[in-house]
């Protein structure tokens, strides 16, 4: 089995915006069961993929070092998630832009 065939497309494009690259397939098995968890699969997989992009920028503005940032398998299985939900990117934006700003 190669790894296109493990994985969803879904969950191949989550992965592609999580920030930390390790243990896809451990990563995969708490995807699958966090998508559980919303009214359907199709919400799932786009709330979870817009928390990732969210999560991701926020690393990258950061400049977190990769050790600081917890494997996507921990990320999920924590539900950390909640914490970057769409109804808060333009929330975490302003904060961003406030941080830089007294950084300057």
Partial sequence: VNS?????DAFNDF??????????Y???????????NFKTSE?????LKTAASVYGMM???????ER??????????QRRYLEYEEE????????MKSKNRLAG
């Fill in 88 to 95: 808060t990117l333009q929330g975490i934006k302003n904060k």
């Fill in 68 to 77: 600081f940032i917890p494997h996507c398998s921990t990320w999920l299985n």
């Fill in 43 to 47: 919400e799932g997989e786009t709330r």
């Fill in 15 to 24: 992965w592609v915006l999580y920030p930390r690259k390790i243990n896809k």
């Fill in 59 to 65: 690393m990258k503005e950061s400049n977190a070092e």
């Fill in 26 to 36: 451990l990563s995969f098995q708490k995807y699958q069961k966090e998508i559980k």
């Fill in 4 to 8: 296109k065939e493990l994985y969803t």
